[in-house]
């Protein structure tokens, strides 16, 4: 079955610790792939995209993900977390041959000062 | 501002009730669509629209409808509400469904 997939459900780090998020995905062709943030009782904002090329993506608040074909992964990372990156986010993929957007769980990310 | 606008925010409501969830954008987007978000479950698309009168199924369309009959607008229907559509709803656009999706506040339904 197609789908996208966050294996962790809950994560803690310390405030300035380095941080991953796992992402995976089960598609047959490259998906456009995003990962949105949560923050508590608000919707949701686009961190990053990536479509093609650089498989290293920046995006906003000093997130950045990486793309491999080879594992079908989408991970997202930052070097420094900092309290206000506490919330839950969510790895997602668009199938433009489907018109359609698909989430994964989220993960919840807890931030210890 | 550029936004996604949900209305209400909370709503209450029995079992059968006919409701509506309003959702407006102002951003000419072409494409929208509903969610309902559930604990361990992520965002499940449950209808979009790629333009004005063209709408499809997402991947949990039993007990809701939608319409698209102005570009700004795509509101949600229930027409018999059930325990089990208690949830988080938001309502997203986008200039097309692999582009930066907009979302709204979010309505948090109960139905008892």
């Known amino acids: 079955a197609q789908s996208v997939t966050q294996p962790d459900i809950h994560i803690t780090v310390s405030e300035g610790a380095s941080l991953e998020l796992r992402c995976n995905y089960s598609?047959?062709?490259?998906?456009?792939l995003f990962w949105y943030v949560q923050s508590p009782g608000q919707g949701l904002q686009l961190l990053l995209k990536?479509?093609?090329?650089?498989?290293l993506v920046q995006g906003i608040k000093g997130f950045e993900a990486e793309f491999k074909r080879s594992q079908s992964s989408f991970n997202l990372r930052k070097p420094s977390v900092h309290w206000s990156d506490a919330a839950e986010y969510f790895c997602?993929?668009?199938?433009?041959?489907?018109?359609?957007?698909?989430f994964g769980s989220g993960t919840k990310l807890n931030v210890k000062p | 501002e550029a936004q996604v606008t949900q209305n209400p925010r909370y709503l209450i409501t029995v079992t059968g009730k006919k409701l509506t969830v309003t959702c407006s954008q102002n951003?000419?987007?072409?494409?929208m669509s509903w969610y309902r978000q559930d604990p361990g479950l992520g965002l499940r698309q449950i209808y979009y629209?790629?333009?004005?009168?063209?709408?499809d199924k997402g991947d949990v369309p039993e007990g809701y409808k939608v319409s698209r009959k102005e570009k700004r607008n795509f509101p949600l229907i229930l027409e018999s509400p059930s325990p089990n559509q208690t949830s988080l709803y938001f309502c997203?656009?986008?200039?097309?469904?692999?582009?930066?999706?907009?979302f709204g506040q979010g309505t948090r339904l109960t139905v008892v």
């Open positions: 997203a656009s986008s200039f097309e469904v692999n582009t930066e999706a907009f």
């Open positions: 598609y047959g062709a490259t998906p456009y």
């Open positions: 990536y479509f093609s090329g650089d498989t």
């Open positions: 997602a993929v668009a199938l433009l041959n489907f018109n359609k957007f698909y």
């Open positions: 951003m000419n987007h072409e494409y």
């Open positions: 629209s790629m333009n004005v009168e063209v709408t």
